[in-house]
């Protein structure tokens, strides 16, 4: 059972940076791995993930050029660097990890685990 660990939220002012942290317990098997964010009255939404086999990946289109995802070479740590934050982007942010290969990245029920979350508050 992979248990995902986030960190790195905080409040910042638009137009400032954050870098988000996501620690895995284990990642042999994992095929993508991904994040996600929710607003208060908002659905859940992928922002980005990034596959494991090749390193490639995916955002979506509001955070593409702002945001970049990544993992260490163990790919033990996955981040998730925000800049150019708006009010926009203000979010609980969840990481998740999916274990089989087919679909779109962006469906979040592809994702078998999930961490608790972090929030990322910006302010205008």
């Known amino acids: 059972h992979e248990q995902l660990v986030e960190s790195g939220g905080g409040s910042v002012q638009a137009g400032g940076s954050l870098t988000l942290s996501c620690a895995a317990s284990?990642?042999?098997?994992?095929?993508?791995m991904g994040w996600f964010r929710q607003a208060p009255g908002k659905e859940r939404e992928a922002v980005a993930a990034?596959?494991?086999?090749?390193?490639?990946?995916n955002y979506r289109g509001s955070v593409r050029g702002r945001f970049t995802i990544s993992q260490d070479n163990a790919k033990e740590l996955l981040y998730l660097q925000m800049n150019s934050l708006n009010a926009e982007d203000t979010a609980m942010y969840y990481c998740?990890?999916?274990?089989?290969?087919?679909?779109?990245?962006?469906?979040?029920?592809?994702?078998?685990?999930w961490g608790q979350g972090t929030q990322v508050t910006v302010s205008s």
């Open positions: 990034i596959y494991t086999s090749d390193g490639s990946t």
């Open positions: 284990e990642t042999d098997s994992t095929h993508c």
């Open positions: 998740a990890a999916r274990m089989v290969q087919g679909g779109t990245w962006m469906d979040a029920w592809r994702y078998k685990y």
